[in-house]
């Protein structure tokens, strides 16, 4: 999450709500190849396939917290607009989820509308590599920032993907080369809101959902995102609990297209967001995602080879023959409907 003087300006969330304990990964020590950190890094991935990233502790991490705050202050200037004005630039899933998302499109579990807005700017829009979209002002004024933080983000994600690749034992580079900068992907900016929820009537706004990606970096600024502890049943309340956005942190998660190349060694797993405890559940609730989705042809099969950690597909036949770009439309379907048979999967023993 941005930096300590950017929460300072929010109420405090309450110390009195259990949360999740997610392990913390120092980003400096990732930079710096520290084997323990790497280890970490590994177990978190199969254990929960959640870990908080602390960037506070280099000048890299600092300048990234900086770009994350000139994120937030877009996505503030796009809330502040007239829904009318915004509906102009609305996406049109499932075929390009590049856009508005305007309130209620997306249904919960129960069939009732969602509780968010988010525009959705696309990776290949801000490197040139696609035709340019048309943006609200706010945004079209901030591309050069915009491509900024996206190469910052980028880069960390194939810090954390050299880790992984070591640590699966794949040559350097294999992860990585699954989801360049270079290739078209559906890779994007997600600039979330979740308007504040009338007291008698609080519920759940964002289904619990994996993400279909490969590594998302998420920054929250107050609370409501939860997990799914592992294990637990997703229909039973009490097994889902807050995370604790924190300054100088943001939380990563990995996606299912992790588990697929790494044949189950990696994890995805089941998150949601629910409104805010305490007094920030009165605010406007901002996120920000930087949402890596694998090059649109990249296949959607377990990677391996001689060496390499990743068990052979059982009878050595391969169960997906999907591309990335296939799966994210067939994904993209069912989360519309609230059909997404969603489930933590991955971190099977090694
Ligand atoms: O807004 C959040 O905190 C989480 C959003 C999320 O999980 C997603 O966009 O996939
Ligand atoms: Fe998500």
Redesign the pocket.
């Known amino acids: 999450m941005p930096t300590k003087s950017y929460f300072e300006k929010l109420p405090p969330f309450p110390n009195d709500v259990p949360v999740a304990k997610l392990p913390r990964i120092s980003f400096a020590k990732l930079l710096d190849n520290e084997t323990e950190e790497s280890e970490a890094l590994f177990s978190a991935t199969r254990k929960l396939g959640f870990f908080m990233l602390d960037f506070q502790d280099c000048a890299e991490g600092q300048s990234f917290l900086e770009k994350s705050e000139t994120m937030f202050e877009i996505n503030k200037k796009i809330c502040e607009m007239d829904i009318g004005d915004l509906a102009q630039y609305a996406y049109h899933p499932p075929h390009s989820l590049f856009g508005y998302k305007k309130l209620g499109d997306i249904k919960i579990k129960d069939g009732r509308p969602d509780r968010l807005t988010f525009y959705n700017i696309s990776q290949d829009d801000m490197t040139g590599i696609a035709k340019p979209m048309s943006h609200p002002p706010c945004v079209e004024s901030h591309r050069a920032d915009v491509w900024d933080f996206m190469n910052q983000a980028h880069s960390i994600i194939e810090l954390i993907c050299s880790h992984l690749d070591t640590q699966l034992r794949l040559p350097l580079g294999t992860l990585a080369s699954m989801q360049p900068m270079s290739l078209p992907s559906g890779t994007a900016l ?1 600039l ?1 809101q979740y308007p504040p929820q009338p007291e008698s009537d609080r519920r759940t706004s ?1 289904l619990g ?1 994996t ?1 279909i990606r490969t590594l ?1 970096i ?1 920054f ?1 600024l107050t609370g ?2 939860q997990i799914l502890l592992p294990g637990r049943d997703a229909t039973d309340n009490s097994a889902w609990m807050y995370v604790k956005p924190e300054p100088g942190y943001a939380i990563i998660n990995l996606g299912d297209a992790m588990v697929e190349w790494s044949g189950g060694i990696l994890r995805s797993n089941m ?1 949601r ?1 629910t409104f805010a405890p305490g007094e920030q559940s009165k605010l406007p609730r901002y ?1 920000l ?1 930087y ?1 890596v989705r694998p090059d649109g042809d990249a296949p959607m099969k377990r990677l391996g080879g001689e060496g390499s950690l990743i068990p052979q597909a059982e009878g050595g036949g391969e169960e997906d023959t999907m591309t990335a770009r296939e799966r994210e439309v067939h994904k993209s379907i069912a989360i519309q409907s609230g059909k997404d048979n969603a489930r933590s999967r991955g971190g099977i023993e090694i």
Do not use: Q
């Open positions: 997600r979330l964002l959902h993400d998302t998420l929250n409501g995102f998150h967001v996120s995602a949402l």
